[in-house]
């Protein structure tokens, strides 16, 4: 079978993923001397002002009401990243063994973005966001919940028929 195997939304999602993660998502674990001196801060600023981000710019606030956010990024470095790395690979692989690896990835990464959502929609920022800012912000997070939901719902269904196969076998 040919190398990366998966849906071509797939080759999409790890080649926007990582980035994302790296550039943005985890610079508010990063070490401050890290950012000195890069344009990585001002990316972060520029998407926090692109839309008014209550999320980003709560994370950078450093406010005791974002404590939340912080735990997500330390899974997402800690856990996400990793799994995703480790999938990647895999299926770059056609390796099937990654399959739980990504389910666990997917259902985590779909889990994080709700209450980010949450946030989002129950926002009340002064003057109140404009229509054009929150189908920004929506469109900046949404796929970020719908894909990894769809990579985890499409690796259960993947595993579910291995072992079905596995219990046919064994049944014979």
Known sequence: MSRFAGRSLDKFW?????????LLDLQTLYPVHWLAGTPLSDLFNYSITLARDPILGGAL????EFDWLRYFFWLEGLF???????GAIGLWNND?????ILLAYGASTATTLLPCLGAILTATPKPPFTNIELITLLSEYIPFLLIPLGMAIDMAIKLVKIVNVA????TV
């Open 167 to 170: 219990q046919e076998r064994k």
């Open 61 to 64: 606030s450093g406010s005791k």
């Open 80 to 86: 996400q990243l990793p799994c995703f790395v480790i």
């Open 14 to 22: 790890f080649a926007f993923c990582v980035p994302i993660s790296l």
């Open 96 to 100: 099937k063994r990654v399959y739980p």
